[in-house]
């Protein structure tokens, strides 16, 4: 099996017995490689010695009062983001089980969302092991990297945020009109011929998907939210993707990022879906929990709607953690 997704840092980590990931020294040091972190020339002695101690021990106790002590006040901020994430970590007893209290108990707001991002890439990175879709892996990198959608003949064009460089409009090709001339020249779009090639790409983000309705892209984001579901809350689900929602009194349903919620929630509480709200929703999905008996009983049996949005700028930023805090459990699960 071909590995992919080698800059999530897996091969770094640990597996615990039940296959949730466990943090290592390695993994650890890792973080102290940032930029944000390494002291400039200009540090104060207090910041250097921080650094070198805890490159040598990156589990040693660190004070606030160590960190109130630095000159700089970004190198305060940074540091003190970077000990709180990792505290979360090391308490363990897996990155499962720490990304699933960040959420459960709504205490990830101290956490920069690129160190949550990625967080979710690595655990998702395990979750996946042994798949050999493309269309389901690349799908799955819209859990942790934003999505830039734009509509061109009938497709429904999306890719990777990071790598547009600016919209060029009124150009032929497509990947031009979106991307620029720089970038088109180094994008392709995913198709059953060429979709192998995503392997060699996996660490790029360079391959676009075309989403639109009936195509593998949307089966395999499909996928790839049942295998996270199964991964982090031990719950066996089918997803499909659906173009209308047939059901006059929906009994849940899950906003998959922010915009889609606040569409969801103006839609449940009786409200008419504007037209530029209905514009921005891109994907529904249909989802049925059998017979789990967490599954708060006025939902048994009936299913689960998930809604995918963009804003305004058609920019695509999905939270996976919606996934696990917005479905109908009688009690939470215990990620592992």
Not at 223 to 245: G, K, T, Y
Not at 280 to 298: E, N, S
Request: charged residues 25%.
């Amino acid at each position: 099996m071909t590995d992919f997704w080698v800059s999530s840092g897996h091969h770094l980590l640990d597996r615990a017995e039940g296959g949730g990931l466990v943090a290592t020294d390695e993994f650890l040091k890792a973080y102290l490689a940032r930029p944000e972190l390494v002291p400039p020339p200009e540090a104060c002695a207090a910041e250097r010695q921080l650094w070198a101690r805890l490159r040598i021990a990156p589990r040693d106790p660190v004070e606030p009062a160590e960190i109130a002590a630095l000159a700089d006040p970004d190198a305060r901020e940074n540091w003190a983001f970077m000990i709180g994430f990792r505290d979360r970590l090391i308490a363990g007893p897996t990155l499962e089980a720490a990304y699933g209290r960040l959420v459960l108990s709504r205490s990830a707001g101290g956490i920069p969302p690129l160190f949550l991002d990625q967080l979710v890439h690595v655990i998702l990175r395990n979750a996946l092991d042994g798949e050999a879709d493309p269309f389901v892996l690349r799908a799955a990198e819209m859990f942790f990297r934003p999505q830039r959608l734009t509509l061109h003949e009938g497709m429904l064009l999306v890719a990777d945020e990071e790598r547009v460089d600016g919209a060029v409009r009124d150009h032929a090709s497509p990947l031009v009109a979106m991307f620029g001339e720089a970038r088109a020249r180094e994008l392709d779009v995913m198709t059953e011929e060429n979709a192998a090639h995503w392997f060699h790409h996996s660490d790029a983000f360079d391959l676009v998907q075309d989403f639109r309705p009936g195509g593998p892209a949307r089966r395999g984001l499909a996928r790839a939210m049942e295998i996270w579901l199964r991964h982090m809350l031990a719950l066996e689900v089918r997803i499909e993707p659906v173009e209308r929602i047939e059901d006059e009194a929906w009994a849940w349903f899950v906003g998959l990022d922010q915009e889609a919620t606040r569409i969801g929630n103006a839609l449940w509480n009786g409200a008419a879906l504007a037209p530029q709200d209905a514009d921005r929703v891109v994907a529904l999905f249909r989802m049925d929990i059998p017979g789990d008996a967490r599954i708060l009983p006025k939902v048994a049996g009936r299913p689960v709607w998930l809604i995918l949005a963009t804003d305004g700028a058609r920019i695509l930023r999905m939270k996976p953690q919606n996934l696990i805090t917005g479905l109908p459990l009688a009690a939470e699960a215990d990620p592992n």
